[in-house]
């Protein structure tokens, strides 16, 4: 079993910048990238960015590409996510997830994830 725990989510206003971070813990030589997902009131879980564990190899969803930045510390199995350049429509609840396998992108990749924590951008 993997145990995922976000922090760093707050309020920020537009134009703004937050770090998230999520710590893994438990099995972690299971797995083989981990990602962070969102979720706004009302909307479906969306994939926000992924990162191959151990090799950098990264993925954004088209909305976020060149203003948030996915990273990890394989050694203290740590990643993180950069938000930069913050809108409203950011705001939502932040998941970390881990998946065991090479496929990404949708909900169903991943076997793990964390309790989520809110991001919350104001105009």
């Known amino acids: 079993q993997v145990e995922l725990v976000e922090s760093g989510g707050g309020l920020v206003t537009a134009g703004g910048s937050l770090r998230l971070s999520c710590a893994a813990s438990?099995?972690?030589?299971?797995?083989?990238?981990m990602a962070w997902f969102r979720q706004a009131p009302g909307k479906k879980r969306e994939f926000v960015a992924d990162i191959q564990w151990g090799g950098d190899r990264t993925y954004y969803t088209s909305s976020v590409k060149g203003r948030f930045i996915i990273s990890a510390d394989y050694s203290r199995h740590m990643m993180y996510l950069q938000m930069s350049s913050l809108q409203p429509q950011d705001t939502a609840v932040y998941y970390c997830a881990a998946r065991r396998g090479s496929t990404y992108y949708i909900t169903g990749d991943y076997q793990y994830w964390g309790q989520g924590t809110q991001v919350s951008v104001s105009s």
């Open positions: 438990g099995a972690t030589f299971v797995i083989d990238g």
